[in-house]
Nanobody, 124 residues
Framework: QVQLVESGGGLVQTGGSLRLSCAASGRTFSVLRMAWFRQAPGKEGEFVVAISWSDGSTYYLDYVKGRFTISRDNFKSTVYLQMNTLTHEDTAVYYC?????????????????WGQGTQVTVSS
């Protein structure tokens, strides 16, 4: 089992920044990739960004490229999502996810563990 706990969400004005954290615990040695997904009100969930736990390769949703940065701290078993130049369209609940195999980085169904989510609200 792997437990994921997100933190860092909140309310920010358009153009502002937030940093989300996702701390993993349990059988973290089995984690091969981690990602952030989000779900806005009334919309389906969508992939945002992912990172390979081994070599740090990253994969981004086009809309967030250049604004969001994912990073990892292997020692702390924590993934961070730095979000800059936030827009109203970034308002959503953000979920951290962990994958245990070499499945797709982009598909929610290929992740095995999920955090409880953290709300990000960008006021326009």
């Amino acid at each position: 089992q792997v437990q994921l706990v997100e933190s860092g969400g909140g309310l920010v004005q358009t153009g502002g920044s937030l940093r989300l954290s996702c701390a993993a615990s349990g059988r973290t040695f089995s984690v091969l990739r981690m990602a952030w997904f989000r779900q806005a009100p009334g919309k389906e969930g969508e992939f945002v960004v992912a990172i390979s736990w081994s070599d740090g390769s990253t994969y981004y949703l086009d809309y967030v490229k250049g604004r969001f940065t994912i990073s990892r701290d292997n020692f702390k078993s924590t993934v961070y999502l730095q979000m800059n130049t936030l827009t109203h369209e970034d308002t959503a609940v953000y979920y951290c996810a962990a994958g245990l195999d070499y499945g797709s980085y982009y598909l929610a169904k290929d992740y095995h563990y999920w955090g409880q989510g953290t709300q990000v609200t960008v006021s326009s």
